[in-house]
């Protein structure tokens, strides 16, 4: 790996997404640290999609850091609510939403939708930048498909991860290994082919 990358700015707050994230970067000796060390300055994501909105939070990393940069806009869709929450997944229910803010109000607009009109995906998009006005930056997306629960169900993972289920291993997402989600999930799907495109050819 080119030493370039060895510190990489990852543009979240979030501490679960960044060791989720650090676990899956691992492979290349990639050292993540946080956007929060080097601003309290959130960057805006007022687009209306997954992959300007990872842009936008990738170069505004890379710009006040001054190292490359990783983002990911990520979110969960739903069929019955035709997409819904979307790009919007962390402030479905507020700019300061909690993650049980957010579902107990996707509980809600399904309250009374049957089994099977429950299906959803989550949704990711990653992209790396190598400085803030890199105009070729690496893009990579996975898609991860189950239905919503009726319940919270595990303790693990963040966000909607107690809602969704995940039919092929007959659990939520919170209640998977750490291990296995990081093979099989939205997120990990995209750190893979990030890390195709990284590696030395």
């Known amino acids: 790996m080119p030493s370039p990358f060895h510190d990489v700015v990852l543009a979240s707050r979030n501490t679960g997404k960044l060791a989720e994230m650090q676990a899956l970067l691992d492979p290349l000796g990639l050292r993540l640290r946080p956007v929060a ?15 300007e909105n990872a842009l936008l939070k990738a170069r505004h990393a890379a710009r006040v850091s001054g190292l490359p940069a990783i983002a990911d806009d990520s979110g969960l869709e739903v069929e019955a ?64 498909r189950g239905r919503i629960l009726d319940a919270p169900r595990g303790n693990r993972g963040f966000g909607y991860d107690p809602l969704f289920f995940v039919p092929e291993y ?5 209640e998977l290994d750490p291990a296995v989600k990081n093979r099989i999930s939205h997120r990990a799907q995209a750190a893979a082919q990030l890390l195709a495109q990284l590696r030395p050819r």
Not at 117 to 138: E, I, N, T
């Open 37 to 51: 060390e080097f601003t309290a300055e959130a960057a805006d994501e007022p687009a209306p999609s997954f992959v």
């Open 81 to 144: 609510l035709a997409g819904v929450p979307g790009v919007r997944s962390a402030r479905y229910a507020g700019p300061a939403a909690s993650d049980a803010d957010n579902n107990a109000l996707l509980l809600r607009a399904l309250a009374g939708i049957p089994e099977d009109r429950r299906g959803a995906r989550f949704v990711c998009v990653m992209v790396l930048l190598r400085h803030a006005d890199d105009p070729v930056p690496l893009i990579a997306q996975g898609i991860w």
């Open 170 to 174: 007959g659990c939520s997402a919170a």
